[in-house]
């Protein structure tokens, strides 16, 4: 990569952290449902909100949880390719940032 490269390829992080904002603490972090992006050491950038378990499960999943605490108890979760799961503990992330704006169109 040549140094010109590198510049840009610089240039264009900061514009997306301008545009994006800092990364913040979790301890301001919209407990509203809005999906954010969170950031853990240990695994990177994940697409985050919180909510209970109730709103997430289909009718035929709710059906099958018999335990009140774990079907309406608000937590953190993570959306990725393979699923969504509940983050409990040091599995929550550290810092939070809202998700960017949609593309234009071109």
């Known amino acids: 990569m040549t140094e010109k490269d590198t510049q840009l390829e610089a ?9 994006l904002g800092a990364w913040r603490t979790m ?3 919209p407990k509203n449902g809005t999906e954010i992006l969170g950031w853990r050491a240990d695994c990177g950038i994940l697409l985050i ?14 059906k099958d949880v018999d335990d009140d605490d774990t079907l309406f108890k608000d937590d953190w979760w993570a959306t990725c390719w ?11 992330p550290e810092f939070w940032m809202p998700l960017p704006a949609e593309p234009r169109s071109a």
């Open 27 to 29: 301890h301001d972090a």
């Open 82 to 92: 393979n699923g969504v799961w509940r983050l409990e503990g040091d599995e929550v």
């Open 11 to 19: 240039g264009l992080a900061s514009d997306l952290n301008r545009e």
């Open 49 to 62: 909100k919180y909510m209970s378990a109730s709103e997430l499960f289909s009718e035929e999943e709710l």
